[in-house]
Each structure stands twice: as C-alpha cells, then as structure tokens.
C-alpha cells in the first residue's frame, strides 16, 4: 500500500482539510453522539492508577521481565474491576509467542590498533548491534572482519553514494557518521539528524557491499541512540517457529553486520582529528565482529477487554482503544569519560499515561454505553518493534472486519501546553483515516476549551515517521482507520527522571475526555467513519 498512491492535486487538498473542514463535517458528532455533561474524567482515579504503574516496583515494565508480566496483571484486574468482559483467549490475556535474544559473554568487538594492539569495545556503552531490522526483513550476518574505512556523514544522496562507489569498498567495514555537519541551517540538520535519514544511509551504506556498517550518532541524533539502545541491547521479537533455526549462520544472511554508536572524540573508530576532519579516508585500522546470541522462547500477553454495545445491530462491530504497557526497563547511565553510573529504573510514567488514560476512557463508556462495542488492548511490546498490536492484528480476538476504527494513545500526559498531536488523517495513505480524523476535529471544537492540534507528524513525509512508529500502524495496515494520539516527543521518556510525580494531571484528563468523546461519536454512528464519503466529494469537485 504506498503511502503517496493519491494524486497530488488530491493530496494538496488533504493538507488543507484538515484545519479546515467542509461545511458538512460540522454535523459529523451530532448525528450519534450521546454526551453526558454529569459524567467527567476523574483525576484522582487517573493520578492514583499512574503512580502504581509506574512505581519503581514495577522496575520500567520491559518486555521479557516478571516487571511486564506484573504490568499486564494489574491491567486485567483493572478491566475486571471496571466489569468488562475478558476478550482474550485466556481470560483477559491473550497469549503472545515471543522470543528473548540475549548476547552471551563470546560477543566481541576490537579494533586492531599499532603494534598488534587489541581495543575492546564495550556492549553498550561503545556499541550496540542490530541483529534485526523488521517483521520480513532481512537479518545481518553476525561475524565480520576487515579494514576501516571512514566516510564521513555517509552517503545521502545520488551523487554522494556515485563518489563512494569509485573507492574499492566491497568487504571493508565502513564508519559513517549519522547527524549533521557543523554550520548547516537548522531545519536540514535536523533532516540530517532524523530517524528517516538513518534508514537512507543505511540503505545507500548496504548497497556498497561491505563486511560490516559501523553508524555513530552525533549531535541531535545521540538521542535516537538512547532511545534505541534498550531495544537493541535486548532485543525481543516474535517467535515463529522454523522462521529462525538453531542452525542458522551467516552464510543464510545477506545482510552486512550492523553497529550502532555515539560519535566520541578519541574514539578508535574515528579518525584521529575527528570532528575537524570528516573527510573519506582509510583509518590503518582494522575491525574484528563476533555476535554470539542465545534464544530464549516465552510468553507475553496482551490485555483485551470489551465493553459490550447497547444497541443488537451494531454491537457485533468494535471501536478500538489501544496504547502499550511496556517500556524499557532497567537502563544504566553513561557520559563520555565519565564513570558508569549505578543502574537505574526508566519509570516510564509518560509512556504509561496512554495505558492509564484508556483505564478512565473505559470507565467513561461503562456510564454512556454507547451503541457499537468497545475493546480495549493493550498491546505487549510495543517498545521492542511494535510487537503486541502486530500479533493481535494478525491473531484478532475478534473478527478484524468487525473493528471500525482503532484510536492509539502514546503518551499523551506530555507538557501543560493546551496542545495535543494527532497522526493518522495526513499520514494515512488513501484517505484512510481522512474522516475519522474530522469527527476527532468535530469534537475538539466542541469542547470547552479546545485544543490546539499539533498535526507536525501527521504527514506522508515526516522525517521521524511517527505514523509508522506506533501501534496503531499495523491496524492501519489492515485497513482500519486510525488516530493516534500523542504529546510533542521528549528525550525524558525513555529516562529515570520520567516519574509520575512530573505528569500533569489535569492535562491527561482532558486528553482522556477527547478520545472518549471521539470514541463515542464514532461508536454511536450508524455508518463506519470511512473515507469513501470525502472520496466522492473530492473527485465531483475535480469534475
């Protein structure tokens, strides 16, 4: 499904309507809504169930650990307690294959420096592998060797990726610096910094054939390693069993070794006058990889709950609520030449607030009861690639025809600002989510106070790719509608200062509010929020 396929004149009017809807969406929430202005979000109740779920009991709820499966307890016991039915294959639990890949002490990576002298790097602090890029991708080989060859910030376009192609650089390991140069104009470093490019640069990079890419973040893009670490260092992914053999070894790979790293002054993998030299050159040094990975088989769980529809005709269909439990667990503290610091808890309480938030959206639809039914997933692995809404997606609990719409919520305590992000209407492709995102727009406008919709991400071209970043995507996937719902990114989140006591409460609740009155609008609707509607009045209007 490609994510340009509409025409440009089509797409043009997408990015104006969304701030400015047609005169006929201003009935989009009246025609099924059904408010109660007695009912309110309770803040309390919202503050009281964050501060337990990201307690430093919970050790940061990382996939793979008792921490999680504790997590998706207290989720259960929540959805019974709000007297929802289980809508799992094990009660409120549905069971999820998963697999822990765990480094053993034989992982080694040196640089061959002067005189036969070996520097170890460090697992973590000095690198982190990537032993796997995505659901169907292929994997990278584990083991390679060879001469280092330093080119700077990489290829990133045609003409930069024909110039390193001249060099004999087939087999080599190659270092490449993902960020920006010095004295670039802001908005290209922050181009140069984003996720987006580090996959372009990857990309060019592979197609160079080397024996190993060696990708150290500088600048802005030192976050994305952080963030990313935790995943990389202990990955987890689906288990599909025949998909990985025992017996796998490189010669079934295709792809060269990956490492991902922070840039450093000094650092051996850099050229000695680096960060005043960045041009290609050969660095006299050479580079020995040996990734040795164990695979441990469990289970996760994904939490699901329904609130059963008032109304027989419609309640055999679903709107969805959906937003991840996990987080990264355990993280240790590192500063260039600085000690270790001790280990730490990422309490992930921004991240958690999407979990807790569809906690009182869940009690909000147990007092209005809207027509069509509400499930409520939360989805397992999200932090570790999106694993969770991938399996149940692919294993739905119930009939994936039947879901009308999937509203994700990340973390939306975010910042006391009256502003909320929304993805989904622009990033879509095909309209998809073109008309749920007016009744989302409907109902903001109608509220007290509304919102000021932050809609950065929510285009085909974010550099960051939000929209494929979250759960909600692989609904997406399957052609359900979706809005995901956000507050603006912050490097905190994946941190130890990311604590309950830091939320603003008020600012969650209101959010809450938003997606449960969205979430009743789109329930009480006798017609699925499909594009179909604004497709045809696009396409008489081109006529």
């Known amino acids: ?27 989009v929430v009246q025609q099924g809504a059904r408010f109660d ?65 765990v480094f053993t002490k034989a992982t ?92 372009e640069r990857l990309t060019r990079l592979i197609a160079l054939h080397p024996a190993a890419i060696v990708l150290l973040m500088t600048g802005g893009a ?15 992914a689906l288990d599909r069993p025949g998909e990985h053999p025992e017996d796998a070894s490189d010669s079934t790979r295709t792809l060269p070794v990956i490492l991902f790293g922070v840039a450093r002054r000094g650092s051996p993998l850099l050229p000695n006058e680096w960060p005043n030299d960045a041009t290609t050159q050969a660095l006299g040094r050479d580079l020995s990889v040996h990734l040795d990975v164990e695979r441990h088989p469990f289970t996760g769980y994904n939490v ?7 109304d027989p005709k419609l309640n055999k269909s679903y709107l969805v609520y959906g937003a991840h439990y996990d987080h990264v667990g355990i993280i240790t503290a590192r500063r260039p030449g600085r000690r270790a610091k001790a280990d730490t808890i990422a309490n992930g309480a921004a991240n958690a607030s999407g979990s807790i938030a569809l906690l009182a959206v869940a009690r909000g639809m147990s007092y209005l009861r809207p027509r069509r039914s509400v499930l409520f997933v939360w989805h397992v692995g999200g932090e570790k690639g999106l694993l969770g809404s991938s399996y149940f997606t692919a294993h739905p609990t119930v009939p994936l025809d039947s879901i009308v719409t999937e509203f994700n919520a990340e973390s939306v305590a975010g910042t006391s600002e009256n502003t909320v992000s929304l993805v989904g209407p622009r990033a879509a492709p095909n309209y998809l989510s073109w008309r749920v995102g007016m009744i989302v727009d409907s109902v903001n406008r109608a509220l007290m106070t509304p919102f000021h919709i932050d809609r950065q991400w929510d285009d085909p071209d ?72 604004v497709t045809q009045s696009i396409s008489s209007r081109q006529h």
């Not at 036969?116 to 592998?129: I, T, W």
């Not at 030192?222 to 987890?236: G, N, T």
């Not at 699901?304 to 008032?310: K, W």
């Not at 809005?483 to 604590?499: R, W, Y």
């Open 1 to 27: 499904m490609s994510r340009r396929s509409a025409p440009l004149v089509l797409a043009t009017f997408a990015l104006a309507g969304c701030s400015h809807a047609p005169p006929q969406t201003a009935n």
């Open 37 to 101: 202005p007695g009912y309110s979000i309770n803040t309390a109740e919202l503050r009281r169930d964050l501060f337990v779920f990201a307690d430093d009991s919970f050790r940061g709820r990382e996939t793979g650990t008792a921490d999680a499966q504790r997590a998706a307890a207290f989720l259960a016991r929540r959805a019974q307690q709000l007297g929802l039915e289980p809508a799992g294959d094990s009660l409120y639990m549905q069971r999820v294959p998963l697999v822990r890949q």
């Open 108 to 199: 080694h990576v040196t640089v061959s420096v002067s005189r036969g002298r070996e520097h170890e790097l460090r697992l973590g602090s000095d690198f982190a592998p990537v032993i796997a890029l995505g659901d169907g991708a292929a994997e990278p080989k584990r083991n390679a060797e060879g001469e280092m060859i330093f080119v700077g910030y990489g290829p990133t376009d045609d003409d930069e990726s024909a110039a390193l192609a001249r060099f004999d650089l087939e087999g080599k390991i190659l270092v490449a610096i993902h960020g920006a140069p010095k004295r670039v104009k802001p908005d290209v470093g922050k181009m140069l910094e984003s996720q987006r490019m580090l996959s």
């Open 222 to 236: 030192e976050q994305l390693y952080e963030q990313s670490a935790p995943r990389l260092l202990r990955p987890v």
């Open 304 to 310: 699901a709950a329904v609130l059963r529809g008032s």
């Open 462 to 533: 974010d550099p960051d790719d939000v929209y494929e970043r979250g759960d909600q995507y692989n609904y997406a996937r399957r052609a359900i509608p979706v809005i995901l719902f956000s507050a603006p990114l912050n490097a905190a989140d994946s941190t130890a200062s990311d604590a309950p006591q830091k939320i603003e409460y008020d600012k969650l609740a209101r959010v809450a509010e938003l997606m449960l009155e969205s979430g009743v609008a789109v329930a009480n609707r006798s017609r699925r929020p499909t594009s179909e509607a």
